[in-house]
């Protein structure tokens, strides 16, 4: 059986250095923190949350990539998993294939995969970037015939389990929204509760 894992609000901590980032580059632009639901962004892939922010149809790349360089610059410093990562992640890996996936860019993952020694535990990552920020339900109908266990903390997440008939776990410590977990077979509070579950 493979587990199939969201990254960011499911095992990494993201609002620690995602707040930091685009409180400057919101600065940048002199737009403040506080008009915008700065974890709603948390998993949307880069060019949407730009979307919202400028609201306009041009080109979001030197945003994207001067807020993602800043993400990885806090994340390398400050950044932490959620409390109990890494001991549930050493358990399922003894019993389970796991893999990430995430719409982020892949120089993130690979500062991610370094700073928080990943690759001890998934063998496989699906990186947003590398499918034009496909929906993740997409990128895992093309890319797996087995089934899998999709475990997230935004919508995006349940579908791509749902969308392909799998099995889904709703991370509701995460970001999302409790209307997310819609359709979820299982909602958990803490990553720590796989070790029971799975």
Not at 85 to 93: C, M, Q, R, V
Not at 161 to 167: I, T
């Amino acid at each position: 059986m493979i587990l199939v894992f969201d990254f960011d609000g499911t095992i990494h901590k993201t609002e620690i250095a995602y707040k930091k980032a685009i409180e400057e580059s919101l600065s940048d632009l002199k737009l403040s923190i506080d008009d915008f639901d700065i974890k709603s962004f948390i998993g949307m892939g880069p060019k949407e949350v730009w979307d919202i922010i400028l609201k306009d149809d041009s080109d979001k790349t030197p945003y994207i990539r001067k807020n993602g360089d800043r993400i990885i610059k806090y994340m390398t410093e400050e950044g932490q998993l959620f409390e109990g990562a890494h001991e549930t992640l050493s358990y399922l890996k003894e019993k389970y294939d796991l893999y990430i996936l995430s719409k982020c860019r892949r120089v993130y993952m690979d500062a991610a995969r370094e700073k928080f020694g990943l690759d001890r535990y998934f063998s496989k990552y699906f990186i947003g970037e590398d499918y034009d920020y496909l929906d993740k339900y997409k990128i895992l109908r093309k890319e797996l015939n087995d089934s899998y266990i999709m475990i997230g903390d935004r919508r995006e997440d349940m579908e791509a389990g749902l969308n392909n008939k799998q099995k889904t776990i709703f991370a509701t410590y995460g970001y999302g929204k409790t209307v997310e977990a819609c359709g979820a077979d299982i909602k958990i509070s803490s990553i720590l509760e796989l070790r029971d579950i799975l």
